[in-house]
């Protein structure tokens, strides 16, 4: 369904993107027109044949969810239209977003209804539920990876040579400066200056480990002599840490039964669309 609205939304967005002349004209190669019609039938032909497939299969699932009596319920339709557009601080920009590829609220909704029906056409016809059990037997699996790891609150220094960071290093050992005033002066990456150097709070396994053994030796406070990173030298100073959390069942248990129930679904949904298929007669026009 995604795809769906991706494709159509780049046929939208690009057969408008470039600006045609009076004749309906996009370009000129060495002399040799190129009109907007042959663009957008180029486009077209790129994104039709996956775009008619996905349809095909959404219309026969929605098929086998009407006789499944799968229906969605307009509360949680309206739910996940209010989870989108909280994403926009203003109302505006959220409408101006959907007109820009051509829908209107209403198309939006209808289309939150079909993914809806969808997920529950997959779930009706695989008889699909994930048991407290089966919940707890994943946990039991995956538990190291289901807590939350340890974490550190990062401030950064990032310049081009090591001379550079030398000096940064001594006037903060020697002199007492300001880490993230310094920060915002030397460092040569724009959001680090912005950000007077914060980085937020970065967990374990996110770093490369000759960076994280640095950083995770520091206390609060402290900071790291100069160490060379991708193309420069930083130095990094931790703020806060955060002690890691082991994963407690109960407190996940619905999250997690949820996840499972989606890769579930993932998984059934391309099989009961091929079956699906096999027993419908499908006539492609060309």
């Known amino acids: 369904m995604k795809k769906i609205i991706l494709a159509a ?4 967005l690009c057969a408008n993107a470039y600006a045609a002349d009076k004749a309906g004209n996009v370009a000129v190669i060495n002399g040799k027109k190129v009109a907007q019609e042959e663009l957008t039938k180029k486009l077209w032909w790129q994104y039709a044949a996956q775009g008619l497939s996905e349809l095909i299969d959404e219309k026969l699932m929605l098929e086998e969810g009407a006789r499944l009596g799968v229906k969605a319920d307009p509360k949680e339709v309206q739910a996940k239209f209010d989870s989108l557009a909280a994403g926009y601080t203003d109302k505006a920009v959220f409408e101006a977003n959907l007109k820009s590829v051509g829908w209107t609220q209403k198309e939006l909704r209808d289309l939150l209804s079909r993914q809806i029906i969808l997920r529950g056409t997959v779930i009706a016809a695989r008889k699909l539920a994930v048991t407290d059990e089966a919940a707890k037997t994943f946990f039991e699996k995956n538990k190291e990876k289901l ?34 005033k310094l920060s915002a002066l030397k460092s040569t990456d724009a959001n680090l200056r912005k950000n007077n150097g ?4 970065i967990s374990r396994g996110m770093l490369l480990a000759e960076i994280e053994k640095e950083v995770f030796a520091l206390q609060a406070g402290q900071y790291t002599r100069p160490l060379a990173t991708g ?8 703020e806060e840490r955060k002690p890691g959390k082991e994963a407690v069942f109960e407190e996940i248990k619905n999250d997690l039964k949820i996840a499972l129930l989606n890769q579930a679904i993932a998984q059934n949904l391309p099989e009961l669309a091929a079956e699906l298929r096999q027993k419908a007669k499908i006539e492609i026009i060309k």
């Open 9 to 12: 939304a780049v046929l939208a």
């Open 231 to 238: 193309n420069g030298f930083s130095i990094f100073k931790a």
């Open 198 to 201: 914060s980085l937020g709070f």
């Open 147 to 180: 807590g939350t790891p340890e974490s550190v609150k990062l401030s950064q220094i990032f310049v081009n040579t090591k001379a550079e960071a030398d000096d940064a290093y001594d006037l903060l050992s020697t002199v007492g400066a300001d880490f993230a």
